[in-house]
């Protein structure tokens, strides 16, 4: 059973469309290689440290930047 406010490892609503929802994020973050996307694979922490590794984002920054492309995607 989740808990609540505690986030999940993996964006749920693209890891089963990941490939579909990979352009989405190439779009948002331009400088993600397809190594670093197919890396990633919908798994939330592996996104963001691509995101902190590639742009020089703190983890904060680059889990918000996360949430706030996933919630546009919905």
């Known amino acids: 059973v989740p808990v609540t406010g505690v986030q999940t490892c993996a964006l749920?609503?693209?890891?089963?469309?990941?490939?579909?929802?990979?352009?989405?994020a190439r779009e948002q973050w331009g400088d993600l290689t397809d190594d670093d996307l197919d890396r990633a694979a919908g798994n939330r922490d592996k996104l963001e440290g691509a995101i902190q590794e590639r742009y020089g984002k703190t983890k904060e920054d680059a889990r918000r930047e996360v949430d706030e492309w996933a919630a546009r995607h919905k």
């Open 12 to 24: 749920p609503i693209f890891e089963g469309n990941w490939k579909q929802f990979k352009g989405h």
